[in-house]
């Protein structure tokens, strides 16, 4: 079984695109959207929902009134400007390091169990789907992402799946650190803009960091064709294959508007080389063993 | 006033909404805040005149005076410190710098390091303030870079934020404090999705916002149709130009290449000046 993520740096590349293409041309497979910040590869991959769990992580303080002196230890201890003068704590701001809790002489300060998302395991037309939803402006999404492919690895293993297919979030921090880390292989799309070099260039960078294999796909190559080739030279000069070239084409906008993966939606020029690239990744991934 | 340009999707375009927006306006300062991605630099070519480092503080333990009584693993709520046949084992990455450790120790046995995470860079171009932050590659938070950089908000000034995507913490380290947010999106499946959680983003810090969308003919009419019921005002339209992608996709702002629009842009912050001051009259 063998595990990669799709990934960018930069948003808004085709990470979801891509990936459900994948899932479509993939056989024996789990999927796992780690974007659980945004999660967007259910609109069309339509999962019917098997089981829904609470994600809880981590603790939020809460100061019990009845109780506070007012001393102010509270808000000399707090690094997070997450006490207020009035020493109720703002829970979006609250770390949860239970330091003022500890330090607070009168025991005014609870911590409480945050509740910060739900995680599923659905059906979907091309197999599991393992998802999650991060509540709304809470932290730990490096965990739940973590969760998330812990769950899509053992629904492989048990199925005997020969995949993994991993769409990941934008930018190099916590959520895509615990995307990549053990996969076989990082697919990093990259559009042919200089944001979308430079922020690929990063992502890489965390990559080598974390010792996972990456390949790229340049995206819409045609919307810059010269900034598509100096991506293509910086390739080379790092060592890593390029997979493919897609180029800009309004039907991939249409199939998500109609919720479906592009390989479903229509035969073309974007959905020939799609499948070029999935026969290019399995025997360059078979390769390996 | 200080406007933040957010979305929960990525790649919608908010860098070039700040970027352009910025440099339509005067006595403006313009911070980009997604430090994990940033971006805005490519477009505003600033001269850079400082950098410092962004550091957290990460315990380390004076062997001499630890007994190994394992206080500190108790007290630490990220699993980041483990005692171990009476030695400390610090692990820095899992690390959020609260200081309780240290606080607690009853040997006085922890002092505090720095531990470099990032870098925040000042310059500027023109009329307009610069300032970036650069998380470092492999490390895994954010938001202490973010809140490096806006601690350069000139209030004096009117201040545009370019936010990071997305939902969680790095977001609303950016957004935090501000006093409109600017939701950049795009009419399809997935843009939509990604504007309804940022609005309840926004709508949880209690923070006016509008709405721009931004390729706005490639798509459905489901994002004005959801704008409207939630009566969300809508900032601005704008169609997808192969003219704006190509300047985009070179690093030039529209507003040097298309100073016609530039209007459009001021007229923007006027419509978000207007709409700010209505919320705070309710």
Not at chain 1, 126 to 143: M, Q, T, Y
Not at chain 1, 218 to 230: E, G, H, S, T, W
Not at chain 2, 63 to 75: F, I, L, N
Not at chain 2, 248 to 254: E, L, R, V
Request: net charge neutral.
């Amino acid at each position: 079984m063998k595990q990669i993520v799709i990934i960018s740096g930069k948003g808004g590349t085709g990470k979801t695109v891509i990936t459900g293409a994948f899932a479509a041309l993939a056989k024996n497979k789990v999927m796992a959207d780690c974007d659980v910040d945004a999660a967007d590869l259910h609109l069309i991959l339509d999962p019917k929902i098997k089981n829904s769990h609470i994600f809880r992580s981590g603790v939020i303080a809460f100061t019990h009134k009845e109780l506070c002196e007012g001393c102010g230890t509270c808000r000399t201890v707090c690094r997070f400007e997450a006490i207020g003068e009035d020493f109720t704590i703002d829970p979006i701001s609250c770390e949860g390091c239970a330091f003022c809790s500890l330090a607070c002489p009168q025991n005014a300060i609870e911590m409480k169990t945050n509740t910060s998302g739900k995680w599923f395991v659905s059906d979907t037309r091309f197999g599991p789907l393992v998802h999650a939803r991060l509540g709304i402006a809470e932290e730990n999404s490096g965990k739940l992402v973590s969760l998330v492919r812990q769950k899509a690895k053992e629904i492989a293993e048990e199925k005997k799946c020969s995949w993994v297919i991993i769409d990941g979030s934008p930018g190099i921090g916590c959520p895509v650190i615990a995307s990549i880390t053990g996969v076989d292989c990082a697919v990093i799309v990259i559009e042919p803009t200089l944001s979308g070099l430079h922020d690929a260039g990063r992502v890489v960078d965390v990559a080598g960091f974390f010792n996972v294999p990456v390949k790229i796909i340049i995206n819409k190559f045609d919307l810059n064709p010269d900034m598509a080739k100096i991506i293509e030279q910086w390739s080379d000069s790092k060592n890593i294959q390029v997979l493919g070239k897609i180029i800009f084409d309004k039907a991939v906008v249409q199939s998500v508007v109609e919720g479906k993966t592009i390989i479903e939606y229509t035969d073309n020029q974007v959905t020939r080389t799609l499948r070029d690239i999935w026969m290019l990744l399995e025997k360059e991934l078979d390769k390996k063993i | 006033m200080i406007i933040s340009v957010a979305s929960g999707k990525g790649g919608t375009g908010k860098t070039t909404i700040a970027v352009n927006l910025a440099l339509s306006l005067s006595n403006v300062q313009l911070l980009d805040c997604d430090v994990e991605e940033p971006n805005c630099h490519i477009f505003i070519k600033p001269v850079f005149e400082s950098k410092n480092t962004v550091f957290i503080p990460v315990p380390k333990v004076d062997t001499k005076k630890c007994d190994g009584c394992g206080r500190c693993q108790e007290v630490c709520a990220y699993n980041a410190i483990a005692v171990v046949n009476k030695k400390v084992l610090i692990f820095s990455e899992l690390c959020h710098g609260c200081g309780s450790c240290t606080y607690f120790c009853p040997h006085n046995a922890i002092e505090e390091e720095n531990k470099e995470i990032g870098i925040v860079e000042i310059g500027k171009k023109d009329g307009t303030q610069f300032v970036h932050g650069k998380l470092n590659v492999g490390m895994m938070m954010s938001p202490p870079v973010i809140r490096a950089v806006k601690k350069y908000i000139d209030k004096k000034k009117t201040v545009i934020i370019d936010s990071p995507p997305g939902t969680s913490c790095p977001v609303i380290t950016a957004i935090k404090d501000t006093d409109f947010v600017i939701l950049v999106t795009e009419p399809t499946p997935f843009g939509l999705n990604d504007l309804v959680l940022a609005v309840e983003v926004v709508r949880k810090l209690g923070i006016p916002s509008g709405v721009i969308i931004n390729r706005s003919d490639l798509g459905n009419n489901k994002t004005d149709e959801y704008c409207a019921e939630e009566n969300i005002p809508i900032l601005a339209r704008i169609p997808f130009s192969k003219e704006i992608a190509g300047l985009y996709s070179k690093g030039n702002s529209i507003i040097d290449a298309l100073p016609e629009y530039r209007e459009k842009f001021q007229d923007l912050y006027k419509k978000v000046e207007q709409i700010k001051n209505e919320s705070v009259k309710r």
